[in-house]
């Protein structure tokens, strides 16, 4: 594994986000129009922490996943509904932030403070029940109560992702089957209906609907195991959130479990061991050892391979007009490779 300077890494993750960004500017300035609307209809007492959410919320790329889902799609209506579906993908996942930062007990994101940090981790527990609660809100708002649907179950499966993970922190004998089964609750969930729904409201089959969700179901599990290799791999300076976190709290993701397979089977042990017992200094242990095999490359290969089954998944649509944008999007996941790699 290589490094680079910052500025290099920068240059990468820009040049691809710039590019898929563009076409869709409009569509986002009016959904942040929008979300800001939606603050005012928020009792007064929480208007003022659901605005600073709103102002560290990254790239927006949950929106960007509907807007090219839905692109130039049949439906007469379906710039609208593609805004407030936007919308509420984007409280359901802000909401999942706020609450991950509380359990992670992350200090930044970025470059911010997180909630639980500025506000304290009560009241950041309440903040994501309101964003939560009024992306359900605006869900019923649909003519078609499947809207309503898919985003509670995306929400109930998101919860169970993290449940799930919380309660094997620290353990280490479930199978790379349930890393994926976590990744793909907790991450891949919200790309995949973010891609459904989006071809759904904006007037396209159910042929193609499905597709794009399969889409999203891969780019999802993506973007989660790049987000592991960055906070095994990325310097905090670059990335611009609290890194090593994982492995502080006992999340053994696939860059982990593979160096658990590698090593003497007396040194795993070893740092299980100390591990189990406490020991703060075993991270740094962990981390030293990543580098003396190829792992970075291992999971950089089945990254690639998520992607792949991303774009085949829309293939046989080619000539619709969503697929060459989402496969910009695709592009832009692998470009942000050039932040680590």
């Known amino acids: 594994m290589t490094t680079r300077s910052q500025s290099e890494a920068d240059k990468v993750a ?7 960004y563009e076409p869709v500017k409009p569509y986002l300035d009016d959904l942040d129009v929008f979300l800001q609307s939606q603050v005012t209809e928020l009792e007064p007492e929480i208007q003022e922490h659901v605005r600073y959410v709103f102002g560290h919320s990254g790239k927006r790329l949950r929106p960007m996943l509907v807007a090219y889902s839905g692109w130039d799609g049949p439906g007469s209506d379906s710039k609208e509904n593609l805004i407030k579906l936007g919308s509420v993908i984007e409280l359901v996942h802000l909401a999942t932030l706020v609450h991950d930062d509380i359990l992670d007990e992350a200090d930044t994101r970025h470059r911010q403070e997180t909630a639980a940090k500025k506000f304290g981790p009560a009241a950041a527990v309440l903040i994501g029940d309101v ?58 969930e919200l790309f995949e209906v973010a891609c459904r729904l989006g071809a759904k409201v904006a007037g396209y089959s159910e042929d193609f609907s499905e597709a794009a969700g399969l889409f999203g179901r891969h780019v999802g599990i993506a973007y989660q195991i790049f987000d592991d290799l960055v906070d095994l791999y990325a310097d905090e300076s670059m990335i611009g959130k609290t890194l090593g976190t994982d492995i502080d709290k006992g999340k053994f993701t696939l860059p982990l479990l593979l160096l658990l397979e590698k090593l003497p089977e007396n040194e795993s042990d070893s740092l299980m061991t100390r591990f189990k017992a406490g020991d703060k200094s075993v991270a740094a242990d962990f981390t030293s050892r990543l580098h003396d095999f190829p792992i970075f490359e291992e999971v950089v290969g089945e990254f690639e391979s998520q992607l792949a089954k991303a774009t085949d998944a829309v293939a046989p649509f080619e000539n619709l007009p969503p697929v060459a944008a989402m496969q910009k999007i695709a592009e832009l996941v692998r470009a942000q490779l050039g932040r680590i790699a």
């Open 14 to 20: 820009a040049a691809g986000f710039s590019e898929v």
């Open 131 to 188: 964003l939560f609660s009024h992306a359900l809100k605006l869900a019923a708002e649909f003519d078609t109560n499947e809207v309503c649907r898919s985003v509670a179950q995306a929400t109930a499966r998101v919860c169970a992702g993290e449940i799930a993970q919380t309660y094997q922190r620290g353990e280490v004998n479930y199978s790379r089957e349930f890393y994926f089964r976590v990744i793909q609750l907790k991450t891949a």
